[in-house]
């Protein structure tokens, strides 16, 4: 079982609370959108090569769990895992969390499909990544499985 890969780390600014002093959720997403951009340039989905070989990633599914709320000051890291890795769809879990505390303050799941920018079609993911993506695969226990 492969550790989590650290794919951002940063504070909340005063600018990403909202009205009741919290962390408003387009900022979990921002953070969590630039450590999946981080996370894809690590396993080979660098910006040249999409550009190159006119590639694209899409969400198609994206579910967050919020665990503690951040208020301005608070520095967060996020890890991410590799659930799964197969053709053309790469499937990953984001937890952001306090470094200090190791407290998890969000959990996203997120299910992407590789695109072939041309046909408008999805298509299989080179295998250096699904390699290096492999690699990276580890189980979690996600809460809403928990639910069923």
Request: aromatic share 10%.
């Amino acid at each position: 079982m492969s550790e989590p890969l650290q794919t951002f780390s940063g504070v909340v600014y005063p600018w990403h609370c909202d009205h009741v002093g919290h962390m408003n959720v387009m900022h979990y997403m921002g953070k969590f959108d630039e450590a999946t951009w981080f996370f894809f340039n690590r396993i080979g989905l660098t910006r040249d090569f999409l550009a190159a070989n006119r590639r694209g990633m899409a969400a198609v599914e994206q579910r967050i769990a919020y665990q503690r709320e951040l208020r301005a000051g608070d520095t967060l890291v996020i890890h991410t895992s590799v659930l799964e890795a197969r053709g053309k769809v790469l499937r990953f879990a984001h937890r952001m969390g306090i470094p200090d505390t190791g407290e998890l303050a969000a959990l996203m799941m997120q299910t992407t499909v590789h695109l072939d920018l041309d046909l408008r079609k999805s298509t299989l993911l080179p295998d250096f990544v699904l390699g290096k993506a492999g690699a990276l695969v580890t189980t979690i226990e996600l809460p809403w499985d928990k639910r069923r």
